[in-house]
């Protein structure tokens, strides 16, 4: 049976399907093992919210404001998830945390501003003009997705999978890639931020 989040604070292994919660705020919510189904939670406020093991499927979460929430192995599947700043979310209370996963999402103008988002995944999402500046990827999986505009400057990608990624401007100058995966052709946007040429044969 559908439930709305507005009732109590703490939820386990519950489903909330259909609810449409635009706008509103939830304050001090805890979930765990949760899933949202086609749900609206566009402009939303989760403010010092705890989301544990919570999926979220076909859902609008465009906008969402998280100050102060932990997630820790949270999924998003098919959702949109755009302009949501995740700096606003308490990394550092996290002692234990599991890494997000994006799975044929839209992500873009979102803010991942120097966090640490090692062994994430972003597959197979649309990814416009996010910034993933000064963040550690380490292992995160990228492969499938779209990155036009999406920044990259000090970032750790070691051993990240960028397989199958298109549109990414990744200097290898000013990021660490040790390990990292890539596939041509779209791999030769690495070459051509380092300026060189590349000539063929002459006949």
């Keep these: 049976m559908s ?3 507005e009732d109590r604070t703490r ?20 979930f765990h093992d949760c899933t949202f189904v086609r749900c609206r939670l566009s402009g939303a406020t989760l403010r010092s ?15 969402l404001r998280v100050p102060g929430s932990t997630f820790s192995g949270c999924e998003f599947e098919q959702c949109r998830v755009t302009g949501v700043d995740w700096t606003a979310a308490d990394w550092a209370a996290l002692v234990l945390r599991e890494p997000l996963s994006f799975l044929d999402c ?13 062994k994430g995944t972003v597959r197979n999402c649309t990814a416009h003009d996010a910034d993933f500046r000064e963040a550690n990827l380490g292992g995160a ?12 400057g000090e970032t750790d990608l070691t051993e990240a999978d960028f397989r ?25 946007a690495l070459l051509y931020a380092l300026d060189i040429e590349i000539g063929g044969e002459e006949g």
């Design 49 to 63: 919210c705890r989301l544990v093991d919570v999926r979220f499927q076909h859902c609008d979460l465009s906008l």
């Design 141 to 152: 999986d990228f492969s499938g997705t779209d990155l036009s505009e999406s920044l990259f």
């Design 106 to 118: 839209d992500i873009s103008h979102s803010t991942f501003l120097g966090l640490d988002l090692r």
């Design 3 to 5: 439930q709305t989040p």
């Design 164 to 188: 199958e990624a298109r549109n990414y401007r990744i200097d290898p100058r000013r990021n660490t890639l040790a390990g990292t995966q890539f596939s041509l052709p779209e791999a030769l």
């Design 11 to 30: 939820y386990d292994e519950e489903t909330f399907e259909g609810i449409d919660f635009t706008g509103e705020t939830v304050d001090s919510g805890a």
